[in-house]
């Protein structure tokens, strides 16, 4: 199975402040990767697909990157509807997610 | 718009059969590519991907449940459902059904979760 390890598991940010989270594989999935946005009692939504592809209706200032095991997501001005918890997720072999990445309020 | 509905029991009893079904509205189970998704959440924590089914018919489960799961299909009511037997009380969740789209399988629309607890 492949495991996908994110960092941190929790990060505290400001308003406006720069936010890398980091998602890697145990072994290469490519770009088989996808990012999600989880708020408290909603389902996830989907912000990046394929590594790189920006989700329609997403705003820009969402980006991500990487390939092979290593990867990540950057909100590059953090707004107060982007305090959530992230979660990435490789569909290169069977289906995993990262365990989380929460992003609270300094 | 395509969308997504969860329903069935909120409480099962231990060693029971879980069974949730998945409507969708908008759409057709068994056109395009597209996967149909079964995905849960323990209280507090991550997410875990249980299996699918593809519009094809096509099934796959994640391997640590593969033995238990099934997914299935009924395109005369365009709905897709999850059975899960024997569950016991790690199987407390709350249980999102969702849209994969195309090559990489992209979660792209969710139903909203429905909560199954698993209790005498």
């Known amino acids: 199975d492949i495991q996908m390890t994110q960092s941190p598991s929790s990060l505290s940010a400001s308003v406006g402040d720069r936010v890398t989270i980091t998602c890697r594989a145990s072994?290469?999935?490519?770009?088989?990767l996808n990012w999600y946005q989880q708020k408290l009692g909603q389902a996830p939504k989907l912000l990046i697909y394929?590594?790189?592809s920006l989700q329609s209706g997403v705003p820009s200032r969402f980006s991500a990157s990487g390939s092979e095991t290593d990867f990540t997501l950057t909100i590059s001005s953090l707004q107060p509807e982007d305090f959530a918890t992230y979660y990435c997720?490789?569909?290169?072999?069977?289906?995993?997610f990262g365990q989380g990445t929460k992003v609270d309020i300094k | 718009q395509v969308r997504l509905q969860e329903s069935g029991p909120g409480l099962v009893k231990p060693s029971q059969t879980l069974s949730l079904t998945c409507t969708v509205s908008?759409?057709?189970?068994?056109?395009?590519?597209?996967?149909w998704n079964w995905i849960r959440q323990q209280p507090g924590q991550g997410l875990e991907w249980i299996g699918y089914?593809?519009?094809?018919?096509?099934?796959y489960y994640n391997p640590s449940l593969q033995s238990q799961v099934s997914i299935s299909a009924d395109t005369s009511k365009n709905h897709f459902s999850l059975r899960l037997p024997s569950v016991t009380a790690a199987d407390t969740a709350l249980y999102f059904c969702?849209?994969?789209?195309?090559?990489?399988?992209?979660?792209?629309?969710w139903g909203q979760g429905t909560m199954v607890t698993v209790s005498s």
């Open positions: 969702a849209r994969g789209r195309g090559w990489y399988n992209a979660l792209d629309i």
């Open positions: 072994q290469t999935i490519y770009t088989y």
């Open positions: 089914i593809y519009s094809s018919g096509a099934t």
């Open positions: 997720q490789q569909t290169y072999s069977g289906r995993t």
């Open positions: 394929a590594a790189s």
């Open positions: 908008g759409g057709s189970v068994n056109s395009g590519d597209y996967y």
